[in-house]
């Protein structure tokens, strides 16, 4: 089972940026694709950003430009670079690894101020 640990939230203003770090309890490389997620309050979860084990990447037309996820592969870290953040992007972020299964971490708040 893979476990994954998020860091890295807070409270900004708008304009500012953010980093967030997924820790996975498993080399990358045996996971198919690793994502960003968020969910607002009263709003579905979406995806923000994927980054397949090829290093193919994909993002949501929100947040294209603005964010990037990329991986430190010897320490099994993934992470979601933000930048210009917008109050819009006030959300819980989760980190997910698919690997036959989905895995899920516990979240972690971002929170931007106008």
């Known amino acids: 089972q893979v476990q994954l640990v998020e860091s890295g939230g807070g409270l900004v203003q708008a304009g500012e940026s953010l980093t967030l770090s997924c820790a996975v309890s498993?080399?990358?490389?045996?996971?198919?694709?690793m994502a960003w997620y968020r969910q607002a309050p009263g709003k579905q979860r979406e995806l923000v950003a994927r980054?397949?084990?090829?290093?193919?990447?994909n993002y949501s037309d929100s947040v294209k430009g603005r964010f990037t996820i990329f991986r430190h592969n010897n320490k099994n870290t993934v992470f979601l670079q933000m930048s210009s953040l917008k109050p819009e992007d006030t959300a819980v972020y989760y980190c997910?690894?698919?690997?036959?299964?989905?895995?899920w971490g516990q979240g972690t708040q971002v929170t931007v101020s106008s």
């Open positions: 997910n690894a698919d690997r036959a299964a989905s895995y």
């Open positions: 498993e080399s990358i490389f045996s996971i198919n694709a």
């Open positions: 980054l397949t084990r090829s290093g193919s990447t």
